[in-house]
């Protein structure tokens, strides 16, 4: 009986081709963030669900994906549990552990855990996979990866600045325009405290995030039904709605918020960001948005939030400050402020733009004709001339038809094939085919190694 | 309340320094697969539980870890079944899914799901982690690294010869000694079915895995307590304790198997193997050892076990052929041969061996003193010039005690301190401190980036 295969759903495979491109994703952001400094750090897959329950609110403890106790795990289960169960309580007297949600929340554990031999601020990277029993949809995954750079033990802007840097510098590389748009939590909870509404920061935010998808009338509704007052309504709407350039609004706000003490400290830090961005400008846009509010209920300063220009892609870079991740695990008072690169989107951008034509998706640079035993031993020969120049090369591992050969070269896009056959090897050389021209060299054996090397 | 954080016994956290070592040798590893001509394959971390399940024997499955299924789990869990619960049936209700044991199944999975897409024969790498529910020990994780490179569709010994060159390749880059031990599960069918005892391959295969452990008298009482006959057990026992060179033991073999048609086969690869081998020998010692039997029930032919020498840790890479291991997904008669380099072993060899002593540890290779406001403007010029010629620094984000700063410097390794105060910005100069030498040179900001590119 066969079992027809498959992968759960919200999974994925990668092909050596994804792969590869995958790969460029993921060497150009990590090379970017060692030019900058950070270091990398990895975490286990499982942590406890101690260290992951009532981080990411009500809804993501419902996304953990939990692992069952190992051997008898309905030990210290009752009777009385198994009769009336509930699923929730159950779930946590069978699981330990689940599978990480994000990257920030083990970083975090981790600083603290580690608080003693770590040297702050630290600035660490960190490129792995993250499990969410999300709802599998087209470009949302169950599996994904992140890819985090944070600075943490340091309230300085310079950081915030630097991780503005990188995220030019990343998308520069990758050849993707982009727009940065900013915001800090402290002026959205001044227009609030201006607003007269103070109490409803949370709901309010979580409302005006939706700005973006669902315009300003319906953000409106969503108030008024929460039982926002009108007039609080009104005053929110006419500071969201300013227009002009960055500091054209920042003008109007800064009398908006001239009674909000939280208010002016966020100009004031939104400000200072400008005027070292505007000293050496980068080529990403970068604009300061009044409605970006982001729903991560961590974030107590600066957020970030960038989309690439011109495709109809979501965020796929995001961040802000916060300044108190680590007090949940026991250490108050560390600032932090980090971003967090989504790979997927990334690459569903430079698929749509072809941002990966020129990799190259070869197997190898050469395939060596397998003319069979006797044969053999100069086929080896020259694998070995060309392992030695460093240039990736295969010999067919089956003595079959030439042409069968020549399909697998062609298949797997491998530019260069060698033939030595008894022609060939009397005379010590060999006959290389490129693919591509279809053209034919016959060198010798001594001068192969040079040869291919200077073919790209 | 503060919870006190930690990690689930048997996983670990990598520190920046641990990456760095780690992504050395997986990057060795990486560097070599593609030289072959390997190419990137990536599955998913769950799997489906029935992919996983009896591939592994009875132990295996206790040792798979299960993902509980989200939301209401127990629907679908009849009254009965939980009033008398039995935590097997139970469990293969309430979990679909499953962390994947090793990268071999998955393989086999990937190339039944994926064969139409596939050129054959298919060389793919895979280096990620897998999950056993083992009882952590010394050396013994519940989350590591597997390195594993197969050829699917192609039952030529040159593959098998390859993956030798490979192993040859790795350890010679890591500069570790070590001992490839060679056998066939061929010969050892062979030597059963000669000492008349075919029915009970596998229980012989399994007692001869441990000699090197428990020595000769050990496996006989094991053979002789289960019912081997003596006759038997000493007629094994005096093939397995031939002595004398690789070719002299190959001879006496093949008077004991000549008899036994598989056995003949045996020798016959073996023979073929020897001969590649010995056409060019590598730096690594090769031996037929008649006692490899390796525990995986699914090799057919080459089995092969790697060692270093000089050191007391077990093996360090592992592999061998198998003939159908598709089959159980429905693909039958696809011969395929592998090896898995275990990066936990390798990684305690060259710690051992100071292995390690030549790679960088430093975040970055440039810190940039941050005297305040007023030169911050000078401070990101000079990180700009260092960025553009691909050299790792940073600015410390905050303007504290200029020995503070060097402080950080010291205990991140970062070999450069870069000062640029009042006086140095007057003359577009900066200071460079060598903080190995102790030793400081001014210099104008425009020879900077050579300067410091110059520098090891």
């Known amino acids: 009986m066969a079992l027809k295969p498959s992968i759960p759903k919200g999974t994925r495979d990668f092909s050596p081709a994804e792969v590869l491109k995958r790969d460029y994703i993921f060497g150009t952001i990590k090379e970017v963030f060692k030019l900058y400094g950070f270091q990398p750090l990895e975490t286990p897959a499982m942590e406890n669900l101690s260290t992951l329950l009532g981080k ?10 939990r692992i069952l106790n190992s051997g008898d795990f309905l030990e210290g289960v ?11 309580v159950l779930s946590s007297k069978i699981c330990e552990k689940g599978l990480r949600y994000d990257l920030t929340v083990p970083f975090a554990r981790y600083v603290v855990q580690h ?76 227009i609030v405290e201006a607003a007269g509404v103070s109490g409803r920061f949370s709901e309010i935010a979580v409302a005006i995030d939706k700005l ?48 909000s003490e939280t208010g002016k400290k966020g100009i004031e830090e939104m400000e200072t960001m400008f005027r070292l961005i505007n000293s050496d400008p980068p080529s990403s846009e970068i604009v300061f948005d009044l409605t970006l509010a982001r729903g991560l ?46 790979a997927d989107r990334i690459y569903d951008v430079l698929t749509l733009k072809e941002g990966f034509s020129s990799l190259g998706t070869s197997a190898s640079k050469v395939l ?27 010999i067919y591992p089956d003595a079959i038809k030439i042409g069968k050969q020549f399909a697998y070269a062609n298949s797997l896009n491998i530019p260069y094939v060698v033939v030595a056959g008894e022609d060939e090897i009397k005379g010590s050389e060999v006959t290389v085919k490129n693919m591509a021209e279809g053209s034919q060299t016959r060198i010798s054996i001594e001068k192969l190694g040079d040869f291919l090397t200077m073919q790209t």
């Open 78 to 88: 009752s009777e009385s549990e198994l009769q009336n169960p509930d699923h929730s």
């Open 212 to 259: 973006d998808k669902v315009g300003m009338q319906a953000v409106e509704e969503e108030l008024v039904g929460k039982g926002i007052p009108r007039s609080a309504v009104e005053s929110l709407k006419n500071i969201l709605e300013v227009e002009g350039s960055n500091a054209g609004r920042m003008e109007k706000l800064k009398q908006f918020l001239v009674n």
């Open 368 to 394: 060596i004709v397998n003319f069979g035993d006797t044969e053999l031993q100069y086929a080896l020969r020259i694998l070995k001339i060309l392992h030695s120049h460093g240039i990736s090369a295969q």
């Open 115 to 190: 608080r003693n031999e770590i040297t702050f601020p630290f600035k660490r990277y960190q490129i792995q996979p993250v499990w969410r029993a999300d709802k599998p949809q087209k470009g949302r995954y169950r599996e994904f990866y992140q890819c985090d750079a944070d600075i943490i033990g340091s309230d300085s802007l310079l950081n915030e600045y630097e991780l503005i840097r990188i995220i030019d510098d990343v998308f520069s590389k990758l050849n993707i325009p982009v727009a940065v748009r900013l915001n800090n939590r402290k002026i959205l909870m001044g």
């Open 297 to 342: 209920d961590y974030y107590t300063g600066t957020i970030i939030e960038v989309k690439a220009t011109g495709v109809n892609i979501g965020s796929i870079c995001g961040g802000g400050r916060y300044d108190n991740l680590t007090g949940i695990f026991g250490l108050e008072g560390v600032s932090g402020v980090g971003i967090s690169f989504g």
């Open 56 to 65: 990411y609110g009500t809804e993501g403890d419902k996304l953990l994906f």
